[in-house]
Each structure stands twice: as structure tokens, then as C-alpha cells.
């Protein structure tokens, strides 16, 4: 069982930068493939971005391709995703996940747990 709370989302403006972190509790977080999601407003819930357990491998989505990074401290249970130049399309509720693999979580998006999200909303 793996337990993930996120935190670092908040109300910005166009162009600054945010990051938000997603620690982990549980057995074998190293194991795992982590990944961030998120869901504007009245819309599906979307992986962006997602990296391996065991090489670290990263994957981005197009739409945030260049402007965002995710990464991992294994030492701290803790997935990052840092997000710079930010639009106001980004506005959403963003959410961690974790699962057996990287087609797990961002192939077929189907990860096997989820934190509760982080609002994050961009001002124009």
C-alpha cells in the first residue's frame, strides 16, 4: 500500500514558476513508477508527466514539453514536478500517482494509487 500527499500548488500569475512535491509512505517506493496528472475544470484527468522507478526515464506530455520537469529523490520518498512559464490553460487540480510501470501510469494511465491533488491556478 502506497499513501502520496501532494503539496506546493497555489494562485500564480502568467510566466512564473511553481513546484509541487508528492511524498510518499509505504514499502518499496523505489519500485515504483510516479507520475502527475491533472484535471482542469470540467474536463478528464490527464497524465503530463511520468518517470521509472529503476533507471529514472521521464516522460512529458506535449502539452507541457519544455516548460515542465518531473523527478524523484528516492533518499525522500518525494516525486517533484517543476513548472515554469506558466499559462493560465494550466490551471487545474494536479494529482500524483504511483504503479508497477511507466506503460502503467502514463501509457495506459491506469496507476494503482493516487493523492488527493494540489490546485494550482494561473492568473492571466
Known amino acids: 500500500q502506497v499513501q502520496l500527499v501532494e503539496s506546493g500548488g497555489g494562485l500564480v500569475q502568467t510566466g512564473d514558476s511553481l513546484r509541487l512535491s508528492c511524498v510518499a509512505s509505504?514499502?518499496?517506493?523505489?519500485?515504483?513508477?510516479l507520475a502527475w496528472f491533472r484535471q482542469a475544470p470540467g474536463k478528464g484527468r490527464y497524465v503530463i508527466a511520468a518517470?521509472?522507478?529503476?533507471?529514472?526515464?521521464?516522460i512529458h506530455a506535449d502539452s507541457v514539453k519544455g516548460r515542465f520537469t518531473i523527478s524523484r529523490d528516492n533518499s525522500k520518498n518525494t516525486v517533484y514536478l517543476q513548472m515554469n512559464s506558466l499559462k493560465p490553460e494550466d490551471t487545474a487540480v494536479y494529482y500524483c500517482?504511483?504503479?508497477?510501470?511507466?506503460?502503467?501510469?502514463?501509457?495506459?494511465?491506469?496507476?494503482?494509487?493516487w493523492g488527493q491533488g494540489t490546485q494550482v491556478t494561473v492568473s492571466s
Open positions: 509505504g514499502r518499496a517506493f523505489n519500485n515504483y513508477a
Open positions: 518517470i521509472s522507478g529503476n533507471d529514472g526515464s521521464t
Open positions: 500517482a504511483a504503479g508497477p510501470s511507466l506503460r502503467a501510469v502514463f501509457v495506459t494511465a491506469t496507476p494503482s494509487y
